[in-house]
């Protein structure tokens, strides 16, 4: 009850806060490169229930039939705009209304792809479908910098795989096992000073 006020406050706080910064992102996103502000996806919710989740377009219309789900930093996929915002991680704002909307917490396992989270063993799928997903967690702050390991891979999404994945899943765990109010402050002032020192 605690965290969903918390998720219900401050994502409203924050929508007030950052309203300049969407006016001014979906400005941005209109003049450099034609389609939506707004891109959507099905992610794997609580309960095995999927969900729209909200990012800001960092790519060109279609990138999914372009390319794959994994995105390397030198995806020819990725508009000039959405270099800057995925930098700042700008892109993730609009992922507030999912929170607002009780689809995510601020913190939690990372949401992942519906096809792909079928792929995982049962028993990760049980713990992981046992919570929220979240806009941070363990794993965004371990600094994996995915963009980053995947940049001039052959197949961006088969090195996230053997890369990146196995790391994630093993921290979404830990987070599960251990999760707690305080737990989840200390991981969103670590993530608040990674986005600001931009580790």
């Known amino acids: 009850m605690i965290k969903r006020l918390f998720d219900i406050f401050f994502s409203l706080f924050g929508l007030a806060i950052v309203l ?5 992102v979906a400005v941005a996103i209109r ?10 996806s099905k992610r794997m919710g609580k309960n095995g229930k999927a969900f729209s989740f909200y990012k800001f377009r960092t790519m060109v219309v279609n990138a999914d039939k372009i390319g ?11 508009t000039k705009v959405g270099k800057f915002l995925r930098k700042y991680k700008l892109d993730e704002i ?4 999912n929170i607002l909307k009780g689809n995510m917490s601020f913190v939690g396992p990372r949401p992942e792809v ?3 989270f079928e792929l995982y063993d049962p028993k990760v799928k049980e713990a992981i479908l046992s919570v929220k997903p979240g806009l941070t967690d363990l794993a965004s702050i371990a600094g994996l910098h995915e963009e980053e390991i995947l940049a001039g891979a052959e197949d961006p999404h088969q090195a996230y795989r053997e890369k990146i994945q196995p790391q994630k899943i093993k921290l979404q765990l830990e987070y599960i096992q251990k999760q707690s109010f305080w737990l989840d402050i200390k991981i969103l ?3 608040f000073l990674n986005v600001i020192l931009h580790k």
Do not use: C
Request: glycine residues 6%; aromatic residues 8%; negative net charge.
């Open 20 to 24: 300049p910064i969407i006016i001014l």
């Open 31 to 40: 003049l450099d490169s034609s389609g939506p502000v707004f891109y959507k």
């Open 68 to 78: 794959g789900p994994s995105t390397s930093a030198d995806d020819a996929r990725i």
């Open 94 to 97: 609009p992922q507030f209304i």
């Open 114 to 116: 519906v096809s792909e």
């Open 189 to 191: 002032l670590k993530t």
